[in-house]
T-cell receptor
């Protein structure tokens, strides 16, 4: 258990509304990631963070923004949700100290955009 | 670019059968390789890993060997159980100490169902 929680765990919203998902970690990890999981695509990286206020885009970042104002929280915002953003969203952290780049995942948030 | 190609499922087996899920990769550097497992309704859990050629990762009866010559990391288990029913993801990460990203590249996942 890497001490990662995500909230909410489930959300249903309507097209055009803003949505914010929260990832919270308790172990002071520097690197945090947001992925989305869709059938037939595996997991795809949306955004990542390498420190407080240090973030960058992943491969599917359009329509998403992130913020990290403190080490323990990494927020993912959909400014105006669309049906194509219906997905399961996973947050992950990366341990430092080894060469493996292995990541540990939160339980996920299932988002439905109607 | 870096990528992972994973055997498509679903895979359906009887309990105690032998399991193989194929995974091949393309990488420009020297990747670390992983298998993750996702049980229904849960997040991904790291199942096993290997960091260099000929390494064998193992956990819970599952094994995978890092084969550089065939760029493969196939997952195997000699005798599956009903409790192994899950989605399995192969993934790679490029070991680049100068990079801040450390991203993982995932395969599409393979659904395994084991019947009693």
């Amino acid at each position: 258990d890497a001490g990662i929680t995500q909230s909410p765990r489930h959300k249903v919203t309507e097209t055009g509304t803003p949505v914010t998902l929260r990832c919270h970690q308790t172990e002071n990890h520097r690197y945090m990631y947001w992925y989305r999981q869709d059938p037939g695509h595996g997991l795809r990286l949306i955004h990542y963070s390498y420190g407080v206020k240090d973030t960058d885009k992943g491969e599917v970042s359009d329509g998403y923004s992130v913020s990290r104002s403190k080490t323990e929280d990494f927020l993912l915002t959909l400014e105006s949700a669309t049906s194509s953003q219906t997905s399961v969203y996973f947050c992950a952290i990366r341990h430092l100290g080894g060469p493996y780049n292995e990541q540990f995942f939160g339980p996920g948030t299932r988002l439905t955009v109607l | 670019g870096d990528s992972v190609t994973q055997m498509e499922g679903p895979v359906t087996l009887s309990e105690e059968a032998f399991l193989t899920i194929n995974c091949t990769y393309t990488a420009t550097g020297y990747p670390s390789l992983f298998w993750y497992v996702q049980y229904p309704g849960e997040g991904l859990q790291l199942l096993l890993k290997a960091t260099k050629a000929d390494d064998k990762g193992s956990n819970k009866g599952f094994e995978a060997t890092y084969r550089k010559e065939t760029t493969s990391f196939h997952l195997e288990k000699g005798s599956v159980q009903v409790s192994d029913s899950a989605v399995y993801f192969c993934a790679l990460a490029i070991v680049d100490r100068g990079s801040t990203l450390g991203r993982l590249y995932f395969g599409r996942g393979t659904q395994l169902t084991v019947w009693p």
